[in-house]
């Protein structure tokens, strides 16, 4: 199975959610439900604005979330979302030996 990194955005609160999964259809649906995470169900609707595929490791998926995490940084979020091509975003991430394949699919309308 493949694990994914993923940013959702919530335009009604103007923040970014930051996590990992193998199914990112699935996690998204439960962000979005009225009864899903205490969290995420107060800054509804979100918006899936990147999916980034990390491969077969549970824990390089984790490595790269707890990564983005600790940035506290919602301009390092904003880069990640516009340009992860950026060299140095994934110069940190190949730092911690993960590569990535980053796609493009999802935009902030």
Do not use: C
Not at 33 to 48: A, C, F, N, R, V
Request: no cysteine; proline share 3%; net charge positive.
């Amino acid at each position: 199975m493949t694990y994914y990194v993923y940013i959702l955005y919530s335009k009604t609160s103007d923040i970014y959610y930051v996590g990992q999964t193998y199914d990112v259809d699935k996690r998204f649906e439960q962000h979005n439900d009225p009864l899903g995470s205490s969290y995420t169900s107060k800054h509804q609707p979100w918006i899936l604005v990147k999916k980034i595929e990390v491969g077969k490791s549970r824990g390089d998926a984790m490595k790269i979330e707890k990564f983005i995490k600790k940035q506290k940084s919602r301009t390092f979020i904003d880069r990640v979302v516009q340009d992860p091509l950026q060299f140095d975003f994934i110069a940190q991430i190949n730092f911690l030996g993960i590569n990535l394949k980053i796609k493009h699919k999802y935009l902030i309308d």
